[in-house]
């Protein structure tokens, strides 16, 4: 079983900057692909970001290519996204995802196994 737990989300006026983390539990972490997803009220579950397991290759969506960041620290077995230039369109539900196997598609939501619970994202204009 795998635990996975979103931090970092808030109110920010468009133009600023937010980190999310998420802590992993219950399985070596290291071993898998971790990705981002966010939601907007009323519309589909869209991805956002993806990382390796080694955290060696990184994948984005092209609206937040060039802004936002992932990154993993297997040490602390977290997996942070560093959110640089926000957006009102940013403004979603931020979910981290872990896969157990090696994906064919890393950016469909349906290929990740475990979700967490969500962090709220604000971006005022």
């Known amino acids: 079983q795998v635990q996975l737990v979103e931090s970092g989300g808030g109110l920010v006026q468009a133009g600023g900057s937010l980190r999310l983390s998420c802590a992993a539990s219950g399985r070596t972490f290291s071993s898998y692909r971790m990705g981002w997803f966010r939601q907007a009220p009323g519309k589909e579950r869209d991805f956002v970001a993806t990382i390796t397991s080694a955290g060696t290759s990184t994948y984005y969506a092209d609206s937040v290519k060039g802004r936002f960041i992932i990154s993993r620290d297997s040490a602390k077995n977290t997996v942070d996204l560093q959110m640089n230039s926000l957006k009102p369109e940013d403004t979603a539900v931020y979910y981290c995802?872990?896969?157990?196997?090696?994906?064919?598609?890393?950016?469909?939501?349906?290929?990740?196994?475990?979700w967490g619970q969500g962090t709220h994202v604000t971006v005022s204009s």
């Open positions: 995802a872990l896969v157990l196997r090696v994906p064919r598609w890393p950016d469909r939501p349906y290929e990740y196994d475990y």
